[in-house]
């Protein structure tokens, strides 16, 4: 994961799991735990809401459920950071492992 430029991060659906290096480079925090005590235990908390692009629940569903649900189309993500806007290309995969059903999520920087 950590050979990725693009940000990448695992989720249970409840909280996320592990990020990569350019996530953490990203937000500027030394791993998950700081920035959970930043923003949250979500990415999906720093989506800003704007027409056509991904929010925290869509139709009922999370931002990452939505995704799988509908992975034939473009989902894209507007995130402020560091008095800056960043457009994110995002796809999701659901994987198993051990007993539970976890959840990658891929952010590709397009601004």
Request: charge should be negative; proline fraction near 1%.
């Amino acid at each position: 994961m950590d050979s990725q430029s693009n940000i990448v991060l695992t989720t249970n659906g409840r909280e996320m799991l592990t990020a990569n290096k350019a996530f953490l480079d990203f937000f500027n925090v030394p791993d998950i735990a700081e920035f959970v005590k930043l923003h949250g235990a979500c990415i999906c908390n720093l989506f800003e809401k704007r027409e056509g692009y991904l929010e925290k629940h869509i139709e009922g569903m999370t931002w990452i459920n939505y995704v799988l649900s509908n992975n034939d189309q473009q989902h894209r993500a507007i995130i402020n950071n560091d008095d800056k806007e960043y457009i994110f290309a995002i796809t999701a995969h659901e994987f198993q492992f051990e007993d539970e059903t976890l959840k990658t999520a891929v952010f590709t920087d397009i601004t």
